[in-house]
């Protein structure tokens, strides 16, 4: 099971008074799924993949990923696991200023392989490689004139795309998505979706929330969460 959570609360204060952001969350999803979480704002949709994701402890109950118990992990492990097999898509802007959109988009692909699952590559292939399927992603999504472009100089859903293209660089094991076409069109997100139903089909889990009813015909699960409660709809 490539994501499991048990009975997943989590609890915040407001005005002085204790109230469940996530209400009693069990959940299993293994690999080849592209699962939708929808539901009102404020409902606890982004609460639930922040825990998913380690960056929320929960209050009660075990979020497992990829076999890890992530509140047993060190700061270390769990950077080594978000790095190496989560893809994490959040609603903040994550790139780096400093690097241009395809340096942005290699970066993962360029940091030490410790602790990655996959086979051995070629030095001619660990050199090439990244770029080939950077620049790929980048046409997929319609951004190639952007290439050399910097974060600055980019609009809101451009620098989406980006970060989209980045997550998917190295084919995670599990991409955590949080409104990832929020900002787009119709026609990018005809092409997100499309990268994420590819990635579910090649052997990975994705896990998006959004408000975005053209997924719902990608995915292949769905669930609503009303309240801080998950149910599963047919």
Not at 74 to 92: A, H, K, P, V, Y
Not at 122 to 135: D, F, M, T
Not at 174 to 182: H, K, M, R, S, Y
């Amino acid at each position: 099971m490539l994501l499991e959570l048990c009975e997943v609360t989590k609890k915040f204060s407001r005005r002085g008074r204790e109230f469940n952001a996530v209400d009693s969350v069990s959940l299993e999803i293994d690999a080849n799924q592209f699962v939708i979480i929808s539901g009102k704002s404020g409902n606890g949709k982004t609460t639930l993949l922040n825990l998913m994701m380690g960056l929320l402890q929960p209050s009660s109950g075990t979020v497992r990923v990829a076999g890890e118990e992530l509140s047993r992990l060190s700061d270390r492990e769990l950077s080594q696991l978000r790095r190496f097999r989560l893809g994490m898509i959040t609603q903040q802007q994550t790139l780096v200023s400093s690097l241009n959109v395809l340096d942005n988009v290699v970066l993962p692909a360029t940091l030490p392989a410790q602790g990655r699952s996959s086979g051995q590559s070629s030095p001619a292939a660990v050199e090439s490689l990244p770029v080939n399927r950077a620049l790929d992603l980048l046409e997929k999504l319609d951004i190639t004139d952007l290439t050399h472009a910097w974060p600055a100089e980019l609009s809101g859903g451009e620098m989406r795309r980006v970060a989209i293209a980045r997550a998917l660089m190295t084919q995670p094991e599990i991409l955590l998505a949080d409104e990832p076409t929020g900002d787009l069109d119709d026609y990018c997100t005809a092409a997100v979706l499309g990268l994420f139903r590819e990635l579910a089909q090649g052997g990975s889990t994705v896990v998006m929330v959004t408000h975005d009813t053209a997924a719902y015909e990608y995915c292949n699960r769905r669930f609503e969460m009303l309240n801080g409660r998950l149910e599963e709809l047919q």
